[in-house]
């Protein structure tokens, strides 16, 4: 197992992917089990900022500078889908109020 | 451009252009307008026909190369030669005297169908045209094909009529049977010739393949049978009566219906060679000639009486082509020309004083009150009878003459004794036909009681005809066995010329002929009720011997049970259950997977998610393994 260096200190790098792993896991639930739309939102951006953890963390590992390039890349499609993701709530909460996103369930077949 | 080729366009686009002005904007303009364009055109082509005659054009103009691919390449060319210009002035003159007619008789129709109606002829005037100036095999079929489509237009011009359109159908059935003919005889000589033009595929035809150049032949006759009317594809001929009478004058005896006999002059090369296919053409019509001439007995319709002699004297004309007289069937084409455009015209001035009745057992008597229509009708009559002096004595015996004097054939005899027997028959129905119509005590089912003799406007067109049928038989007086022959004369540069004379006693048998026609003609009218001595015979001959009821039997009705068989089980079943099947299942399955659809987002997040686990696992089981 390769260690990493941070600040001096080595550390294994399972601990970074585990951290990851973790970060991924909540977002996902958070994704599943919350009804609010802001909170769904924040927990994808948790599990994409869990995501970059993990490739920036091979990145290091690989000593393989593509990694963070791509890490990088995805944080500004998270910024963009954020934009989006945001735009859409405000007009949908400019309609009506809306504290549970099973209410936005007209597309029903 | 020099005059020639001008004056030879100009002759396709004047009837072109009074088409297109009444098509596009005859119903709009006032009726003068028709008057003076729907004939005018004719005319105009007329002169210009006689301006190539009298300036004795020759020649084979191409005007450019119209398609071109490979080794196929078909010119715009107008063949102008003595044979061409014969039958402009044909067309064009006869045409113009009958179009000219149709200003009176056709008075009755609204503006919108007087208008349609000239269109629809002056269309006619110009395929008729085409037809006979084209120069290679594909104008030949656009005009072949143009004819038979303005006929369908013409027959079926009062639409409103069940049968008329039924009939209108029936013609064009039957003409797209020859056009295929036509076609395929076309496609043999390009395979064989790999030219279009007549020029050339005529100059390749020495060192042809007989058998191909037979087989050729024989489908070019089939398309002539199916235009001519003649025996086995006639049944269309008597039905298209039910047109305007000056269509029946124009197409339906001058014109179109001697396209076949042209035709034939016009591939003499082919047929010179094609000995098989020649025999057949004189066959056929010496046999059609017979049969027609017996069902016009028992006629009670003078139209369909008219109708049935057409298809008999056409016959002689095939039989004339068929035994190599050629100049001799196209003399009696022009002689046909006049006095059955003259017959018609005649018979359509008494159908219009009887209010369209044109059943002759209810006229009678119109020998006091129509005196100008049935001195025309009774010169028409004697000529069609082949009296002397009258046009028709001299084309019909020149036929006869020219079948009973050609040497080392016996089995030409023969034909001339059918010709001879027909020519006997005809002076009967006519004489029939004359006597029922016009002389005795009016019948008393007769529509009007004072009839009004037609206006100038028809009376002189018959009156023109009528004297062209008195007095042109004189260019050629070759049936006596003297005098001139104009007509051979011009001909005889183009066709081949007949390679035999006729002798002294064929043209004692023409009199003789003459004489036992006008006899039998004579002899009809104190024979009214005659018919009821032979019933069978009669019943045979009222149905035309049932050559309608065979082809209903074995063509239109197997057609209709297949269409009917392929309707019911095949259609309704296979490809219409297909169609409404495919309905089905889309509308089943997508119920189904709409119930998938639920609107809560947590349930696609799910989904989702659960993919991407089952996706992860797989790939990292791939990886681990």
Known sequence: MSTLSIGGQQLDASWFLLLSAILFVLGAVGVLVRRNPLVILISIELMLNAANLALVTFSRQLQNIEGQLFALMSMTVAAAEAVVGLAILVDIFRARDVEDVDDLSELRG | ?625
């Open chain 2, 1 to 625: 451009m020099s005059t020639n080729p001008t004056l030879a366009l100009l002759i396709l686009l004047f009837p072109a252009l009074g088409g297109l002005v009444l098509a596009g904007r005859g119903w709009r303009l006032p009726r003068v307008f028709t008057v003076i364009i729907g004939p005018g055109v004719v005319w105009a082509s007329f002169v210009c026909v006689l301006a190539l005659f009298f300036g004795g054009a020759q020649g084979d103009y191409t005007y450019w190369t119209w398609i071109k691919s490979g080794s196929f390449e078909v010119p715009f060319n107008i063949l102008i030669d003595n044979l061409s210009i014969f039958m402009g002035l044909v067309i064009t003159g006869v045409g113009g005297l009958i179009i000219t007619y149709a200003v009176g008789y056709m008075e009755h129709e609204d503006d919108a169908s007087y208008a349609r109606f000239f269109c629809y002829m002056d269309i006619f005037v110009l395929s008729m045209l085409l037809l006979v100036l084209a120069g290679n095999f594909i104008f030949l079929i656009v005009g072949w094909a143009l004819v038979g489509l303005s006929s369908y237009l013409l027959i079926g011009f009062w639409y409103q009529r069940r049968s008329a359109v039924v009939a209108a159908r029936k013609a064009f059935v039957m003409n797209v049977i020859g056009d295929v003919g036509m076609i395929l005889g076309t496609f043999t000589l390009f395979a064989n010739f790999h030219a279009t033009t007549f020029a050339s595929v005529f100059k390749a035809l020495p060192r042809a393949d007989n058998g191909a150049v037979e087989l050729a032949a024989f489908l070019l006759l089939v398309g002539a049978i199916a235009k001519s009317a003649q025996l086995p594809l006639h049944t269309w001929l008597p039905d298209a009566m039910e047109g305007p009478t000056p269509v029946s004058a124009l197409i339906h005896a001058a014109t179109m219906v001697t396209a076949g006999v042209y035709l034939v002059g016009r591939m003499h090369p082919i047929y010179d060679v094609a000995v098989y296919a020649h025999g057949a053409v004189a066959i056929v019509g010496a046999v059609t000639a017979l049969f027609a001439a017996t069902i016009a007995i028992v006629q009670v319709d003078i139209k369909r009486v008219l109708a049935y002699s057409t298809m008999s004297q056409i016959g002689y004309m095939f039989l004339a082509v068929g035994i190599g007289a050629y100049s001799a069937g196209f003399f009696h084409l022009l002689s046909h020309a006049f006095f059955k455009a003259l017959l018609f015209m005649a018979a359509g001035n008494v159908i219009h004083a009887m209010k369209d009745e044109q059943d002759m057992r209810k006229f009678g008597g119109l020998w006091g009150q129509m005196r100008p229509t049935s001195i025309t009708f009774l010169i028409g009559s004697l000529s069609l009878v082949g009296v002397f002096p009258l046009v028709g004595f001299f084309s019909k015996e020149q036929i006869l003459g020219a079948a009973f004097a050609k040497p080392d054939d016996a089995a030409v005899q023969l034909l001339w004794f059918i010709g001879f027997v027909t020519a006997l028959i005809t002076g009967f129905y006519t004489g029939r036909m004359w006597w029922l119509s016009f002389w005795g005590k009016p019948s008393p089912q007769r529509p009007v009681e004072h009839p009004h003799e037609a206006p100038p406007v028809m009376l002189v067109p018959v009156a023109i005809l009528a004297m062209l049928a008195t007095l042109g038989g004189f260019i050629q007086t070759r049936a006596l066995g003297f005098g001139p022959s104009v007509v051979s004369d011009f001909l005889d540069k183009v066709v081949t010329p007949q390679r035999w004379e006729e002798s002294g006693v064929a043209v004692g048998l023409g009199v003789l002929t003459m004489l036992l026609g006008a006899g039998l003609f004579w002899y009809a009218r104190s024979l009214r009720p005659w018919s009821a001595r032979l019933p069978w015979a009669q019943r045979l001959l009222e149905h035309k011997y049932y050559f309608d009821e065979i082809y209903d039997a074995a063509f239109v009705r197997p057609l209709d049970w297949l269409a009917g068989f392929f309707q019911r089980d095949v259609e309704v079943p296979v490809i219409d259950g297909a169609v409404v099947d495919t309905g089905l299942i889309t509308q089943w399955t997508s119920q189904r997977g709409a119930s998938l659809q639920t609107g809560y987002f947590r349930n696609y997040v799910l989904v989702f998610v659960v993919g991407a686990v089952i996706i992860a696992v797989v790939l990292l089981a791939r990886a681990f393994s």
